[in-house]
């Protein structure tokens, strides 16, 4: 953390490192939620005065950290809503929605999208979702039919209809 308890890079790597000792683990999951706030607050990147460029740092020692750790991190991001380009907004999800990404969609490796079902209803209070995979380096692209199931808690895979 820095002098104002926000986390850093080097204190996240850290913790990991611990952790994965603790436990005696090869592997962790790191998961940012939410990638821009974090750009925006972060002391260490104040000499960056744009936003975008802030997050192409953010992200690029996020991947860094995620190579040396051979882990995982899942950053979670926001889309941006310009011309309804994404959801309901009646448009398809695309890598250039992420919002003040930059560049960050193309090093990633995996690049997912969660959003409300356009065409497919659950019975309330569950919720139909679409997770679209737009990019795998090292897989399959496609779309997974979820379910929320809110008094619960709980994301799961859609059962087809028997």
Request: aromatic share 4%; hydrophobic share 40%; net charge neutral.
């Amino acid at each position: 953390m820095d002098g104002d308890g926000r986390l850093t890079v080097a204190h996240l790597r850290g913790r990991a490192r611990r952790l994965l000792a603790a436990q005696g683990a090869q592997r962790c999951l790191i998961v940012v939620d939410y990638l821009q706030l974090w750009a925006k607050t972060s002391r260490e990147l104040r000499e960056l005065s744009d936003v975008r460029a802030k997050v192409d740092t953010l992200g690029g020692e996020l991947i860094a950290l995620s190579k040396a750790l051979d882990s995982p991190i899942l950053a979670l991001s926001s889309q941006s809503r310009a011309g309804g380009g994404y959801g309901r907004g009646g448009g398809e999800t695309a890598l250039d929605s992420f919002k003040e990404s930059g560049d960050l969609e193309y090093s990633a490796d995996v690049a997912l999208f969660l959003t409300e079902a356009r065409e497919r209803k659950a019975a309330p209070p569950a919720v139909a979702l679409d997770l679209t995979v737009r990019k795998h380096r090292n897989g399959p692209t496609g779309t997974v039919e979820l379910v929320f199931l809110p008094e619960r808690g709980l994301l799961r895979e859609e059962m087809p209809a028997s």
